[in-house]
């Protein structure tokens, strides 16, 4: 928009706000004020008529008067003037007209946009700038287009024109949060990084809830501006006439030469190594094109792609292994740079399952080296082919030789990644779950160190609900994991049993196919496991039967054989959150399902003291569970009774009565409580002392 076209806009706006004030004057009750709006109106509707047309394309709305509001030659009969109704009528009808012709112009307006799109899609990024600039011509305070068209010259490095159009959609719409964005690239790619934050950072104030985009943005500056600041220092350097600096140019130009032998590349390439001592010197290997005189070598590149059979072939291999990662480590850029090549991406992946355990060990250091950092994570699940990767990482650590170490610290780190879990959900159960299970199975010396890191990178993967549902339902998984219970429980590998414990309930809390076979006795040896020295594998034990037995019946009546009522009861009067929490669910569920459970625990918990107590519990799952359980032992003989003169009416009630805010805790307490009257009616009277019966009935209706 040029200057002329602002002055339109301006007088414009002007007028409108005119003819507002004239509008509620006409409207007046007041026949004076009416008279001389009419006049006003005559005067202004003059006024504008004399004016010379626009040239601007600005969509706007000029009064197109009546002619016989105009002054008229001398020799035309005069007309009276035009009554308030008749002005009305006449701003409505000119607004109207202008309305639909704006809604012609923002159709024409929006099928160039959509034109300027798919052009933008194909990367004919100037006549997607042509299009735009159209639909501009249509419509000019359409912010998409600007910020479309400021895209469009971003990626044609136009970035001062990018800037213009940003703001120009930010005075169409102030909450443009693309023209924020598209700002701070323009910004970026003149180098203003200053500007360009404070750009990003404006998004926060118009959407906090963006914190995650914002965030990637600002570190995108940062690298950038590290970089400049890189190659500032390392051209100064190399002006200067260092001889630091002078030798990495020097070492790469005698790299350069073609059909040499390994150890000549192969030295050539350890002294570079030798030179490359900091930042200064990563960046000067990178500004003198050395990661192309390394990809570009034909003797080298054969090396790294395990083809070639002359001798010294590894030493060269592994040479050029840790060169890369002495000029990539704590340097994004070069980091970016050496995934960029599609030879180097495939050899890196290759290498991984070479027989050189040298080579593999190598080439597993640079990979590691790239996960330790976000940057580095996100560069290799963008760039790598991650199923071959992650085969040759799970064979590494089944292979259980001194490369499973680093395979799993890599598995660790990109597990925790969001978008390594989405793209590892369609081959989990292939790449994933075989060898995992595999391990399981074998547990011996050599991997029970191993397993512990393992056990916890599959949980991590299973934070992903898709990821979860598929180990879940996987029979091989329950398997092995109840095969490995028992081993482990031995001392010699118990650094495995805690972890998988953990696993085990977190993937049954979600889901578990029909294993009753090995349900049973997975339960069978949770049982024993409440009887271990050690506290928090009693607690994972109790975890793991009150997840798996309610949706075992057949494992249920198992461990009450076995004397889980006995064990449960004892770790409830021990007390502890998470123990209590886990016992009191498997102990409702052993008593739901046996009369023989609750006879024995009426029998062992003596006028069910520890059940009573666990109904004064500030933790609600324990209050309901506990509830459930007390109900349960009703139906012994003799309970009830034993509870006469015990808070027992008072601590249902209070439950009932609003002290828990969870429905079902209300529902199983008043149920609990009208079991309780209706086996031994005694217990009305003292219910009837605490107003009971009205408290049941007004609470009934809130849970119903």
């Given at each position: ?15 409108v706000d005119r003819i507002s004030d004239l509008v509620k004057e006409l409207n007046s009750s007041d026949s004076a ?516 037995l309610p949706k075992s019946s057949a494992a249920t009546q198992e461990v009450g054989q076995h004397g889980v009522v ?109 079991k309780l009257c209706r086996v031994e009616p005694r217990h009305m009277v003292k219910l009837r002392e605490l107003n ?13």
């Amino acid at each position: 928009m040029d200057l002329c076209e602002s002055e339109d806009l301006e007088k414009f706006l002007t007028n409108v706000d005119r003819i507002s004030d004239l509008v509620k004057e006409l409207n007046s009750s007041d026949s004076a004020t009416q008279k001389k709006a009419v006049e006003k109106a005559g005067c202004l509707v003059a006024s504008l008529e004399a004016e010379k047309p626009s040239k601007s394309h600005i969509n706007r709305t000029v009064i197109n008067p009546n002619p016989s509001c105009v002054s008229k030659p001398v020799n035309e009969t005069s007309v009276p003037s035009e009554s308030p109704e008749n002005f009305m009528k006449a701003l409505e009808k000119d607004a109207e007209e202008r309305r639909k012709a704006r809604q012609v112009k923002e159709k024409q307006a929006n099928a160039l946009k959509e034109k300027g799109n798919k052009a933008f899609a194909l990367g004919d990024y100037e006549l997607a700038v042509k299009v735009y600039t159209e639909g501009l011509e249509q419509l000019r305070n359409m912010p998409a287009l600007y910020t479309n068209r400021a895209q469009a010259f971003i990626k044609l490095k136009k970035y001062k024109e990018a800037i213009i159009d940003c703001e120009w959609a930010l005075k169409c719409n102030d909450s443009c949060i693309k023209a924020y964005v598209h700002m701070g690239r323009a910004h970026l790619g003149l180098k203003n990084f200053t500007e360009s934050r404070l750009c990003y950072e404006k998004i926060l104030e118009i959407a906090p809830e963006r914190e995650t985009l914002v965030k990637a943005y600002l570190t995108q500056v940062d690298l950038e501006e590290k970089k400049v600041l890189q190659e500032e220092a390392a051209l100064r350097e190399l002006t200067d006439g260092k001889e630091e600096a002078l030798a990495i140019p020097e070492l790469l130009t005698k790299l350069n030469r073609p059909n040499e032998h390994n150890l000549y590349y192969c030295g050539g390439v350890v002294l570079l190594t030798q030179a490359v001592i900091d930042s200064t010197g990563q960046t000067l290997f990178r500004l003198n094109s050395g990661f192309s005189v390394i990809a570009g070598n034909n003797t080298i590149r054969s090396c790294l792609a395990q083809i070639s059979k002359e001798l010294h072939s590894e030493e060269l291999c592994l040479s050029v292994l840790r060169l890369w990662i002495m000029v990539c480590r704590g340097n994004e850029e070069n980091q970016q740079v050496l995934l960029q090549c599609l030879s180097t991406r495939e050899q890196i992946v290759q290498l991984l399952s070479t027989t050189s355990l040298a080579v593999k060990q190598e080439c597993l250091n640079l990979v590691s080296m790239y996960c330790q950092t976000q940057h580095g994570r996100r560069l290799v699940i963008e760039n790598l082919d991650l199923l071959r990767m992650v085969e040759f990482l799970m064979d590494c650590i089944c292979k259980e030789d001194n490369s499973g170490t680093t395979a799993l610290a890599i598995l660790e780190n990109l597990a925790g990644e969001t978008k390594f879990r989405i793209q590892s959900r369609e081959s989990f159960t292939k790449v994933f779950s075989p060898p995992f299970e595999h391990l399981l199975e074998n547990v011996a010396a050599s991997s029970q160190d191993l397993l512990p890191c393992l056990i916890s990178v599959i949980g991590a993967m299973s934070v992903d609900e898709v990821i979860i549902n598929k180990l879940a339902s996987r029979e091989e998984f329950w398997k092995s994991s109840f095969c490995a219970m028992e081993r482990c429980a031995s001392c010699e590998y118990r650094r495995v049993l805690y972890p998988l414990l953990g696993l085990m309930i977190n993937i049954a809390s979600h889901q578990i196919p029909d294993i009753q076979e090995y349900s049973i006795v997975g339960c069978r040896r949770c049982v024993t496991l409440l009887s271990d020295p050690d506290g928090g594998i009693i607690t994972r034990a109790a975890g793991l039967l009150s997840v798996v037995l309610p949706k075992s019946s057949a494992a249920t009546q198992e461990v009450g054989q076995h004397g889980v009522v006995k064990k449960l009861l004892k770790i409830l009067k021990r007390g502890g959150q998470t123990s209590s929490r886990y016992s009191i669910k498997a102990l409702a569920v052993c008593t739901a399902s046996s009369q023989q459970a609750c006879e024995e625990l009426v029998k062992l918990d003596k006028r069910l003291v520890t059940m009573r107590k666990l109904l004064g519990s500030s933790d609600d799952l324990v209050v309901g569970n506990a509830a459930l359980c007390l109900g349960h032992c009703l139906a012994v003989q003799g309970a009830a009774a034993s509870l006469l003169g015990t808070d027992c009416i008072m601590l249902l009630l209070s439950h009932v009565a609003g002290k828990s805010k969870r429905v079902d805790v209300q529902q199983n307490a008043a149920i609990t409580l009208g079991k309780l009257c209706r086996v031994e009616p005694r217990h009305m009277v003292k219910l009837r002392e605490l107003n009971g019966v009205e408290i049941l009935h007004s609470s009934m209706k809130v849970i119903t």
